[in-house]
């Protein structure tokens, strides 16, 4: 393996602690200089670097047990962290999105203890229900004046017990007290658990890619679970992306997250659509689901439920806080956990530090420049899936594969954090988001066409995108880039036909 040192050492550790073979090992190559690839004071190009090494390498590593060869996987950190930007980053029809992903109410406020909380608002629902508990109406001027009554903790004790969306603001030293942060001491970033027996999965020798008829149902919202299900369609496998038709949806996220997939929406409130589930159950290879804890398990898709449907299934989790500990059932993202476990006040501190200015009790929260925790556990995500994956052919089984945000933030925090000159003097800034896009975005993105689906209902001209091309290569096989479907329910819920 080449590359710096800490990349390696974290890549290595990681592969090997799911005993996975220390020999594939030599085919990663990551490049240098992560710690300049962005200006932030956590190691962010050396966290997106490992997890999408990991992730393309678990890739590599399928299909050499298909085909008898293994190649190389290289990332670019700074490639890795325009990846773990996408969103940012992408056009339709030449345009970049004129819609935002975050609501007007969402972000940080000042409280009646001179702290601060965070508010998620971007579902309707989540919006109301804050508003609710505030009792105030939706301007910010308003909930600014309703959160001057509350102390931060308070309200995010409130907020859990109804169900929303606030995360009070805390430093390191106050988030390692905290009864979660105990209960979470000790997890890995991604989890592989042996839940059932099964008998070695049958591959075929002649495949053109790593997941070539591997089929995944995708039940993900927002970033971190659709970054996932994109990177494996990316490497071939057929990823249905199921959706409610009666819950809100991100299209600025989506358009991009979807790329690769088909994509079908299910009412599972309707016997028949439900039934249809159980249906795309018996024939999936991965089940990966992101939504709240519990969710579709009190629907009967849990691991042990999917097991007995589908022996040899890896069933893919992620969460917001574990699955242990007083949060484990606790709504999150990555701003609000960013929030809660000291990533904001940490990258404050050191930003006043690299400006010259005395450093406060409580400095004003920064928020790390990128989606970090979303996409590195979503590419996580994909390194565990694949990893289960590659056991069901070496030695069957059925696995769970367990990925949360705060697990992989405490991953990150465990990386350090550099001098605030080489973050925010030496690191590089993000491009200017614009269209035509900057030439630095450009020259690393990949066009790609919308899909007509089978439903075969456009009445309009196909669209065409460009976003950036998957951060991981490797040597001899390119990862499946062609087509977007650019919307939720273009395909029926049918599975292709194995090659």
């Not at 290595?12 to 005993?19: D, F, G, K, V």
């Not at 965070?118 to 109406?137: A, E």
């Not at 000291?342 to 404050?348: K, L, M, T, V, Y």
């Not at 990893?387 to 990925?403: L, M, N, P, Y």
Request: with cysteine; glycine share 6%; hydrophobic share 40%.
């Amino acid at each position: 393996m080449t590359h710096t040192s800490q990349s390696c050492d974290q890549a290595t550790s990681l592969w090997l602690a799911n005993e996975l073979p220390r020999e594939i090992l030599s085919h990663l190559k990551l490049g240098d200089c992560p710690d300049s690839a962005i200006n932030s004071s956590f190691k962010l190009g050396s966290a997106a670097q490992t997890s999408i090494g990991l992730s393309g390498l678990a890739a590599a590593y399928i299909l050499s047990l298909r085909t008898g060869n293994m190649q190389d996987v290289s990332v670019d950190a700074r490639h890795a962290i325009l990846d773990i930007s996408s969103e940012s980053w992408y056009t339709v029809d030449g345009q970049m999105p004129t819609a935002s992903a975050r609501d007007y109410l969402a972000g940080i406020y000042r409280t009646k203890d001179n702290s601060f909380v965070r508010l998620h608002t971007n579902f309707p629902h989540h919006r109301q229900g804050i508003l609710d508990i505030l009792q105030c109406d939706p301007t910010r001027e308003a909930v600014q004046a309703a959160l001057s009554q509350w102390n931060a903790k308070d309200l995010e004790d409130e907020a859990v017990k109804q169900k929303m969306c606030i995360a009070a603001y805390r430093s390191f030293e106050e988030w390692d007290k905290h009864p979660q942060a105990a209960a979470l001491r000790g997890t890995p970033p991604v989890q592989l658990i042996k839940i059932g027996e099964a008998s070695k999965r049958n591959i075929k020798e002649s495949s053109r890619f790593p997941l070539e008829g591997i089929r995944v149902l995708d039940l993900c919202r927002v970033l971190s679970g659709p970054v996932c299900g994109r990177t494996l369609a990316a490497y071939g496998a057929d990823v249905l992306l199921v959706t409610s038709p009666k819950l809100p949806d991100l299209p600025v996220f989506d358009i991009d997250t979807s790329r690769g997939k088909r994509t079908t929406q299910l009412d599972l409130t309707q016997a028949p659509q439900y039934d249809c589930l159980n249906e795309l159950v018996k024939d999936a290879d991965v089940f990966l689901q992101a939504y709240r804890p519990g969710g579709l398990q009190e629907k009967g898709f849990g691991p042990q439920e999917l097991v007995k449907v589908r022996p040899g299934i890896v069933c893919a989790n992620l969460t917001a806080y574990g699955w242990e500990g007083p949060w484990k059932h606790k709504r999150g993202f990555d701003s609000l956990v960013q929030t809660a476990t000291g990533f904001n006040w940490a990258e404050a501190e050191a930003f006043v530090k690299f400006n010259g200015q005395p450093v406060m009790d409580k400095p004003e929260p920064r928020a790390l420049p990128v989606q970090a925790l979303d996409h590195v556990a979503g590419y996580f995500l994909a390194f565990g899936i694949q990893a289960a994956i590659a056991k069901t052919i070496t030695e069957g089984g059925s696995w769970e594969v367990r990925v949360s945000l705060a697990a992989v933030a405490q991953w990150l925090r465990s990386l350090g954090q550099l001098p605030p000159d080489t973050a925010f003097r030496d690191g590089r800034p993000l491009p200017k988001r614009m269209a035509p896009p900057d030439p630095e975005v450009a020259a690393l993105s990949v066009t790609l066409h919308e899909a007509t689906g089978d439903k075969r209902d456009v009445e309009r001209c196909l669209r065409t995108m460009t976003g950036i091309r998957h951060a991981a290569r490797l040597s001899v096989t390119p990862v499946k880039d062609v087509e977007a479907p650019m919307r939720l329910d273009r395909h029926q819920p049918v599975w292709l036909p194995r090659v």
